[in-house]
């Protein structure tokens, strides 16, 4: 079974406006951590925003918040005010703690599209 | 500036000619991992390494060979390319531990075509 699912492989959001990706996880092991990253079409992968399984309040990195719902195992990327630079692939990755030895898994990422 | 350098960056061969890609980290980090990035499948982890000496199968390791001798290096080898193994192939490397202090950091990816 996939531990990250990302199920939507392709999202189109308007300038400036709000878009959720999401993404669910599959793990037994109460420490963890959610990653997000950016690829933009040049192909470098960059570090958005970080989730850890015990923190108390969802994470927030400018536009960039993470909506964590532990009991739903999900986490939620959630981009506001949208701009076209934001057009990229979005990869959710989870880190286990003492069950994973912290090996990263991947998801298959979601492409973004923003229209002007 | 901490950083992961691969080399090269981009790389055109032909089936059965063993090639190698470097991997460097500068950031004395403990893990190093190699994944390879294909449309739709998204990252699929080839090997990682826990420390010097000690390395580990991935998801999709057959047809490569890694080693880590030293903590800053960890190349990827391809002893008999296939054109399956044309790809996007990123090298990382991070702290063991959780938190945001821990990402992995990624070098620029490594292009490689196997005709």
């Known amino acids: 079974a996939q531990k990250i699912t990302q199920t939507q492989p392709g999202m189109f959001v308007q300038e400036k406006e709000a878009v959720t990706l999401d993404c669910t996880y599959d793990t037994s092991d109460p420490s963890y951590g959610l990653f997000w990253y950016k690829q933009p079409s040049s192909g470098e992968m960059i570090f958005l925003i970080y989730?850890?399984?015990?923190?108390?309040q969802n994470a927030t990195e400018g536009r960039y918040s993470l909506n964590f719902q532990k009991a739903r195992k999900s986490a939620n990327l959630v981009i506001s005010a949208s701009q076209l630079g934001d057009s990229a692939m979005y990869f959710c990755a989870m880190r286990e703690g003492s069950q994973g030895s912290y090996i990263p898994t991947f998801g298959r990422g979601t492409s973004l599209i923003v229209h002007p | 500036e901490a950083q992961v350098t691969q080399n090269p960056r981009y790389l055109i061969t032909v089936t059965g000619k063993k090639l190698t890609v470097t991997c460097s980290q500068n950031m004395n980090h403990e893990y190093m991992s190699w994944y390879r990035q294909d449309p739709g499948l998204g990252l699929r982890q080839i090997y990682y390494?826990?420390?010097?000496?000690?390395?580990d199968k991935g998801d999709v390791p057959e047809g490569y060979k890694v080693s880590r001798k030293e903590k800053r290096n960890f190349p990827l080898i391809l002893e008999s390319p296939s054109p399956n193994q044309t790809s996007l192939y990123f090298c990382?490397?991070?702290?063991?531990?959780?938190?945001?202090?821990?990402?992995?950091?990624f070098g620029p990816g490594t292009r490689l075509t196997v005709t």
């Open positions: 989730q850890g399984s015990y923190d108390q």
């Open positions: 990382a490397s991070s702290s063991p531990g959780l938190g945001q202090l821990f990402e992995q950091y």
């Open positions: 390494s826990m420390n010097v000496e000690v390395t």
